[in-house]
């Protein structure tokens, strides 16, 4: 477990090395790390195996070439990010200019967006089967999701995680676009029971059938 955490720590110091002040060498990250550039090959190897970092071989006038290595657009992902407060800012001086209306229309053409990307997906497919490919789009955004089938015919899908939480706390109108997307996605009856926007541990919504009692 130690050896475990160890190599964490060491991957994570030389992503953002090189993330600061790359292009590096190994031999750089060496001497800042203060390891072997055998110890810090390996970790580097292993990033660009995963796509990562990428290595560029530099020319000099004299002496052999050096292998620069840099972190790939893949490798954003695992630095933080503040999208979600560029957001809210965006959306607070929609609002003020514009009014709640504008707000509005911003989040149905996000929910029409979505149906014409994800309706294909559905075609010709059971119930079962869209609330699993819905699942699995969800998931696809970061959302954690799991469904169930129920007794009684119907389905529950749950999302334990929520990216725009900080944008649906001040503006429900991003829940309500959710549910709708998903009525119209599954063509079944949606309703939401919790709300991780309301101080729910998930959202939960129940499926069911347009011809279910």
């Known amino acids: ?9 060491t991957r994570h110091i030389i992503m953002t090395l090189l993330k600061m002040k790359g292009p590096l060498t190994i031999g750089a990250l060496a001497e800042e790390l203060g390891i072997t550039e055998m110890g ?20 000099q006038a004299m002496g052999r070439p050096m292998h620069m290595y840099s972190l790939t657009e893949r ?13 809210l800012e965006l959306l607070r001086e929609l609002d003020h200019n514009s009014g709640t209306d504008a707000v509005n229309v911003l989040f149905e053409g996000r929910r029409r967006r979505l149906l014409a990307q994800y309706s294909p997906m559905m075609e010709r497919r059971n119930l079962e089967e869209r609330v699993a490919e ?6 696809s955004g970061g959302y954690m999701a799991e469904w169930d089938r129920e007794e009684d015919g119907s389905f529950v899908l749950r999302e334990y995680n929520c990216p725009i939480r900080q944008v ?4 429900r109108k ?10 119209e996605l599954l063509n079944a009856r949606v309703s939401r029971s919790d709300c991780m926007a309301e101080g729910g541990q998930c959202c ?10």
């Open 1 to 9: 477990m130690k050896r475990g955490q160890e190599n964490g720590s």
């Open 40 to 59: 810090v090959r390996r970790h580097v190897l292993q990033l660009e195996r995963e796509g990562l970092a990428r290595n560029k071989i530099v020319r």
């Open 75 to 87: 490798a954003e992902d695992y630095f933080p990010k503040n999208y979600h407060n560029l957001t």
């Open 134 to 139: 819905l699942s699995a789009i969800q998931n």
């Open 168 to 171: 649906a706390v001040q503006y």
């Open 174 to 183: 991003a829940c309500e676009c959710e549910q709708n997307l998903f009525e």
């Open 204 to 213: 939960r919504y129940s499926i069911k059938p347009v011809n279910h009692s």
